[in-house]
């Protein structure tokens, strides 16, 4: 797949910086994250952990909802997991679904699905 597939759904798929039942890299990152803003736009709070994709950024300032996704804990520098946007999008195309569909499963809407899906091979 080439591009980047977006979601412009803030707050509905996990969009906010918290903490979740998903282990972070260090005790610094997972007490960032609790205490964090909670809504992507707050500028105190550079990082940010979508749920929905496992993904961290660095929020970008343009007034959208817009990160650059890292590879590395700015905190200590331990490589994170990878990002499951790719993976989270190829699923609702074998469903059939677009993102914004009510039909979206629940387990979708958050984290859930990749702690409990076994088809994702090769992904950590």
Not at 106 to 124: E, I
């Amino acid at each position: 797949m080439t591009g980047t597939r977006t979601l412009n759904l803030p707050g509905a798929l996990g969009h906010r910086s918290e903490v979740s039942h998903a282990p972070h890299a260090c005790r610094e990152l997972t007490n960032y994250l609790a205490t964090s803003g909670k809504e992507l736009d707050d500028p105190d709070y550079p990082f940010v952990y979508i749920d929905t994709f496992r993904e961290y950024g660095v929020k970008i300032e343009d007034d959208g909802l817009s990160h650059v996704v890292i590879a590395y804990c700015p905190f200590c520098a331990v490589a994170l997991p990878p990002s499951l946007r790719d993976a989270w999008f190829e699923r609702l195309d074998e469903l059939g679904l677009e993102p914004e569909d009510a039909a979206v499963p629940g387990d979708m809407r958050d984290g859930t699905w990749a702690r409990v899906d076994h088809t994702l091979k090769g992904v950590a």
